[in-house]
Antibody, heavy 120, light 107 residues
């Protein structure tokens, strides 16, 4: 069964940094583009970032560009999101999600999410 | 960025009802439109991709249609497990924007 398990969330002060991880299993991770999508408490879904299967391409929402960095380690089947200069408005559940092969921007499997809270 | 607007934002309906949710894109996106269902405390679930392709395991009472800028999600006969929030999402252009969601509640 395909599984995506996020970790690394927590409480951080404004201006701080955090690194999220997403461990993938039961599929060939290196064949799939991956993304991060977030959801602020009680709000809708916001696409955050994407990375191609071979890390050749990385993409970001304007709201996080220059502050967040997406990466992956295909040898460890793990996706990362390095977040810096965090702001209160970054508070959200962060989901990692898989794109089906050759289908851009569509997410067929999601992790359970990890909560990031930015507060002093 | 492409903006996605769903209507209504919330909807009350009864088991057995037929309901339709509309999603409008701020510019043409062909058929690059997905629908997700999200229940409280859970991750979203992909229901329909490419405007009308039902995902494996999704009941046939769900259907999607549309192209260009206007799309609809229809549930033909609501079941108790269908009460949730539904999101459309464009997959035509990165960033892959979502609609604001439609909360479907039991009347």
């Amino acid at each position: 069964e395909v599984q995506l398990v996020e970790s690394g969330g927590g409480l951080v002060q404004p201006g701080g940094s955090l690194r999220l991880s997403c461990a993938a299993s039961a599929f060939t991770f290196s064949n799939h583009h991956m993304s991060w999508i977030r959801q602020a408490p009680g709000k809708g879904l916001e696409w955050v970032s994407a990375i191609t299967d071979n890390s050749a391409g990385t993409y970001y929402a304007d709201s996080v560009k220059g502050r967040f960095t997406v990466s992956r380690d295909n040898s460890k089947n793990t996706l990362f999101l390095q977040m810096s200069s965090l702001r209160a408005e970054d508070t959200a559940i962060y989901y990692c999600a898989r794109q089906p092969s050759a289908v851009a921007g569509t997410y067929d499997f999601w992790g359970q999410g990890t909560l990031v809270a930015v507060s002093s | 960025d492409i903006q996605m607007t769903q209507s209504p934002s919330s909807l009350s309906a009864s088991v057995g009802d037929r309901i339709t949710i509309t999603c409008r894109a701020s510019q043409t996106i062909g058929k690059f439109l997905n629908w997700y269902q999200q229940k409280p405390g859970k991750a979203p679930r992909l229901l329909i991709s490419a405007a009308s392709t039902l995902q494996s395991g999704v009941p046939s009472r769900f259907s999607g249609s549309g192209s260009g800028t206007d799309f609809t999600l229809t549930i033909s006969s609501l079941q108790p497990e269908d009460f949730a929030t539904y999101y459309c999402q464009q997959s035509n252009t990165i960033t892959y924007t979502f609609g604001q969601g439609t909360k479907l509640e039991i009347k």
